[in-house]
């Protein structure tokens, strides 16, 4: 059953530039429990997606198309609704704790007040169960980091403050963005083995550009191009037989697989490429590549590609 169905999603903000088509006619849905790893390269629009859903871009940003969540169009709702939902259905677990995350409040104060808005706790109960979920999330101390600030933490405790925070009042959705950027390979480790325990049974939208991490906690990947997705399927579909030629260069350029790098580099959002938007840098592009708009179409059961060799 779908937790979350996003139909034909389209994401754009105004700059001096111009209109930035971050995310472009997008259609997704993720099923109660399923875990999604959205990957893509820098800027390809996939913090926007993530960002989309819980409604936390810019005034000035455009929003159009649907995005149900248990049957209840989120871009419908009034912000009261949305405050409402955001923390204790849908949790975000923003990237950058550094500045995620209150410099002038102590963790354990941060935690209690999200415990009190969206359980009614007060507040000596909403104090002691932020210290309990400090300790679900493997501190090493979790009374004495409750009273601590963020910059008296390290990287990676700093992050496992951060799903702290998204699950302390048990939501159902969770939207990881980046959740292991820049820390060392075994605080990565550690906290990838955080992520799979604590989102258990639960839905999860992991964004990150690392396929090692999202094949290792999702049961489903979809990758992004240019405001778009290319394909969509199962984790050993994407890591074993992708169909798509970006997510087939994607492999290719992880360490394990070659490091064969992809030439040229990503596309404008203001001004994406006629036709295929991966037609400049594919190395199976054709003639009609450049002119013709290619649609997503199913491969087999749940697995979809972009792509004009299987229009």
């Known amino acids: 059953m779908a937790l979350l169905d996003i139909i034909n999603l389209r994401t754009h903000f105004l700059t001096q530039d111009g209109l930035v088509k971050a995310v472009d006619t997008v259609d997704l849905t993720i099923a109660e429990g399923e875990r999604l790893g959205l990957i893509g390269e820098t800027g390809c629009g996939k913090t926007v997606l993530g960002m989309s859903i819980v409604r936390l871009l810019q005034p000035n940003t455009s929003i159009k198309g649907r995005i149900e969540y248990k049957g209840r169009d989120i871009l419908k709702m009034k912000e009261a609704e949305m405050r409402r939902l955001r923390g204790r259905e849908i949790a975000m677990i923003l990237q950058n704790p550094t500045t995620s995350l209150n410099p002038v409040l ?5 935690i209690a007040e999200a415990m009190q808005l969206h359980q009614g706790l007060d507040r000596r109960e909403a104090s002691r169960k932020a210290i309990e979920m400090l300790r679900s999330v ?40 980046e959740p292991t950027k820049g820390l060392d390979i ?9 992520l799979r325990e604590a989102t258990h049974h639960k839905a999860m939208l992991m964004i990150t550009h690392d396929l090692g991490v999202a094949g290792s906690i999702c049961n489903k990947i979809a990758v992004m191009y240019a405001g778009e997705l290319l394909e969509v399927a ?14 087939q260069g994607f492999i290719n350029s992880l360490p394990s697989r070659g490091l064969l790098p992809i030439p040229g580099t990503s596309p404008s959002l203001i001004c994406p490429p006629s036709g295929c938007r991966f037609h400049p ?14 649609e997503m179409v199913q491969m087999e059961k749940g697995h979809f ?4 060799q299987f229009n």
């Open 106 to 110: 102590k963790i354990g104060d941060q």
């Open 138 to 177: 493997h501190l090493p101390d979790a009374a004495a980091n409750a009273c601590q600030y963020p910059h008296e933490l390290s990287g990676g405790m700093r992050e496992r403050v951060m799903i702290a925070l998204g699950l302390a009042c048990n939501p159902e959705f969770i939207i990881a963005d």
């Open 281 to 294: 840098r594919c190395r199976m592009a054709t003639k009609t590549c450049e002119t013709k708009h290619p």
């Open 186 to 194: 075994k605080t990565k480790i550690q906290i990838i083995e955080l």
């Open 234 to 247: 199962p984790s050993p579909n994407i890591l074993n037989g992708p169909s798509h030629p970006y997510t």
């Open 305 to 308: 590609v972009r792509c004009l």
